[in-house]
């Protein structure tokens, strides 16, 4: 890349973006597991959850969409919630290749138990709402632009 010819130590660890972002999602992690423990779930089912919890009834491709997943990580995933009773996957009606998943009882029940979690990861963040929203704004402005340009 031309431009990273004028960069002074282009190749100094601590001015790689990748491994900004790297590290702290490790440290986002390290972070979620305690707070996750409680509710019974990883750090990934808990972002199937969430998104879940948005759309109830996503297809299993719809949500390897929503959390930049494949279906070979997704469906062991979808299977996992399946087995804690947090989900129900079903063949769609309309076209028996879709799966569809949706929450139990038991799942929809969990979302008021995972309501502390955000506040907690807010607290840790020593941010204030505002910061973590746009900072939250601009990894995912990142993340698009990533996307786009690798062809996903």
């Not at 390897?64 to 996957?89: H, I, M, N, Y």
Request: include cysteine; hydrophobic fraction near 45%.
């Amino acid at each position: 890349m031309p431009a990273a010819r004028n960069l002074p130590d282009a190749l100094h660890l601590d001015h790689q973006l990748c491994f900004a972002l790297y590290s702290a999602s490790l440290a986002m992690t390290k972070l979620y597991k305690p707070l996750l423990e409680p509710l019974g779930l990883t750090y990934p089912q808990y972002l199937a959850m969430l998104a879940l919890w948005e759309s109830d009834g996503l297809t299993v491709s719809e949500l390897g969409d929503r959390l930049f997943l494949d279906s070979g990580t997704v469906t062991p995933l979808v299977k996992r919630l399946e087995a804690a009773a947090l989900v129900q996957r079903q063949r769609d009606a309309q076209d028996e290749r879709r799966v569809q998943v949706w929450l139990t009882d038991t799942g929809r029940a969990l979302r008021r138990k995972a309501a502390s979690v955000p506040g907690c990861v807010l607290d840790a963040s020593q941010c204030s709402v505002k910061e973590v929203l746009a900072l939250t704004r601009e990894v995912q402005t990142l993340r698009d632009r990533l996307q786009q340009a690798i062809g996903s």
